[in-house]
């Protein structure tokens, strides 16, 4: 009843660091142990759920395939543990839709990884069997094989997960404050050594607590700078005359589409703060908040401006699409009506140059949602490319690091500076049915005896090509220690080139080091291009 209810919710709140622990993508085994912690912790919270599947989903997401599974492993074992009210909350189509926006091309689809949308197919159409009272799961799913996304039934796979190890005995997670307890300990000690090993910890909390500074800073600023854009962004769209059967004038339409591409830079700002922040439960809120306002704001874009009828004309007319119905008990369940002819469309790419320069095709960041391209590219008119178009030839394409042979073409060097060195690698075999198509993949790798974080590559090309970045492996890279094996990222890159021209490549190299930001701009043009285009 409503007396037990205050009673759950008068426990400790869901602790968000156990969730970030479980799905750490640089872990290199499961932990169990943190999972079923966190599985305790959900089901005794009567807010448990819900905070926990909005956080699932915004890891569900993410753009680091690893990081992804491991939130997927936590889903299950939710599932498995959690009982009904996590099932209910499971059940609706606020959660459900962020399942959808993976699986669909017209969101994230286009860059999500196949072991991902699998595995979400999977436990999708598990729930429509084993939870039949939630309607909407089996609303969810149905909707997914209509439209094409899901093609036949999986597999029922009922020992997925299985149930974790017991919790061994003197586990760090029993202890207070591991730190704490060390410096405590250390300085009640009269030995030399383990006072200057006191004097190293504090030094070590110390910066611990200057970058914590440093995050909320950040946060702060990204938090505030989305809900400013994103309210000028609406504020304009609401008062669009293409809303009243109107025209948009060339001037406005600039401003427009101005507010519209720094919104779209801000949403991979807003998911990097977010990791920063899971252990601050209202903070983290703010943060979902602001993106939640990006979106909105995004989605109200497309809907105002839609497809351009006359882009020779001084001013773009268009028509208003209606809008979806929403129900009143809540969020409905996402629209993909639109996936069809999003098929056409090579939604990875932007026309965007603002980042780089006039003359190229700018991808912007790897981690955007690729499926939601901007609504501009819709204002220019342009036919459905032809099957030669560079865009067309990497459409729909991925490709598996693992899968990739490299080539015996010596790799090219394009960045080697301050520790951190960017190669670029060529595949040895061609992609089968699109000869116009190569694989590179670019390696970063540091003798830093500093961390390097938030690492970005960005990448354009000449407009005769098309290059598409897939997510990296990691984001961050270890200060360098030469009795372990070096950390490497890794990021395939997929480049078409129909023409066989001499390849010349531009690239943005974004990283933090010793907390220092970096933003380093580059082209390479020694390319072994006789090799690639014209080798057998």
Known sequence: GQGGGRAMAGRAPLDLLLLHKATDPSNPETDWECIQELCDQISADAEGPAVALRLLEHKIQSPQEAEALR?????????????????????????????????????????????VKSRIIQNLFSWTVWFPQEVKIRDAYQMLKKRGIVRQDPKLLEDRIVPPPPRPAGSIFDAEDEKSQMLARLLKSKNTADLQAANRLIKGLIKEEEEKLAKVTRRVDAVKEAQSH????????????????GIVAQSELQELQDLQAKCEQLKPVMFRVAHETLEDEAALGEILQANDHLTRALGLSKQVLGPSRDPAAGAVETSVPPSPPVSAGGPSLIDLSELDSAKTKPSSFSSSTHSLDEELVSLGLPDSPAGEAAFFSGLQGAAPPSPSCPTHILANLFIPLESITLSPIPPVTIYERDGL???????????????????????????????????????????????????????????????????VISQVLLLANPLKVPLRLKYRLSYVQNQQPHSEDGEVTDFPNAELWGGS
């Open 71 to 115: 939130a997927l492993t936590v889903l299950e074992m939710c599932v498995n543990n959690c009982g009904e009210n996590f099932h209910s909350e499971m059940g609706k189509f606020r959660f459900l839709n962020g399942l959808i926006k993976v699986l669909s091309p017209k969101y994230l689809g286009e860059w999500s990884a196949e072991s």
């Open 230 to 245: 994103a309210e000028a962004l609406e504020e304009m769209l609401n008062r669009c005359p293409v809303r009243s059967g």
């Open 421 to 487: 060195k960017a190669v670029l690698h060529f595949s040895r075999d061609l992609v089968p049915g699109r000869p116009a198509a190569h694989v590179l993949v670019l390696s970063l790798l540091s003798t830093s005896l500093h961390p390097i974080q938030q690492v970005v590559f960005q990448a354009a090309v000449p407009k005769s090509m098309a290059i598409k970045l897939q997510p990296a492996t990691g984001s961050k890279l270890p200060p360098f220690n030469p009795l372990l094996p070096p950390t």
